[in-house]
């Protein structure tokens, strides 16, 4: 499985992006698909994820503010981030999670996300 992450950049507090992750290769073996987020010196995060079935969960800190979603056509992730903050600011990464599997074990390459005026 092979995952293309796209759409960070620079934008300015109380604004909107939307991430696309693209998902390809043996795609009928994920059960679940997540976005993820670091910080130099932060733990990595799960900010959502959403499973074959539709079912959704978020970190505390985004609910409300964030939506995940998938475009089954397009084999395609989406995270719509809204009312973005500066702490909001870090790289985000798409990750799979196989059927035989309780870890996401494919990763995308990281977008970065940047919060600022």
């Known amino acids: 499985v092979q995952l293309q992450a796209s759409g960070g950049g620079l934008v300015q507090p109380g604004g909107s992006l939307r991430l696309s992750c693209a998902a390809s290769?043996?795609?009928?073996?994920?059960?679940?698909m997540a976005w993820y987020r670091q910080t130099p010196g932060k733990q990595r995060e799960l900010v959502a994820a959403i499973t074959n079935g539709g079912s959704t969960n978020y970190a505390e800190s985004v609910k409300g503010r964030f939506a995940i979603s998938r475009d089954n056509a397009k084999n395609t992730v989406y995270l719509q981030m809204n009312s973005l903050e500066p702490e909001d600011t870090a790289i985000y990464s798409c990750a799979a999670k196989p059927l035989y599997s309780a870890e996401y074990t494919y990763w995308g390459q990281g977008t970065l996300v940047t919060v600022s005026s």
């Open positions: 290769g043996s795609i009928f073996s994920i059960n679940a």
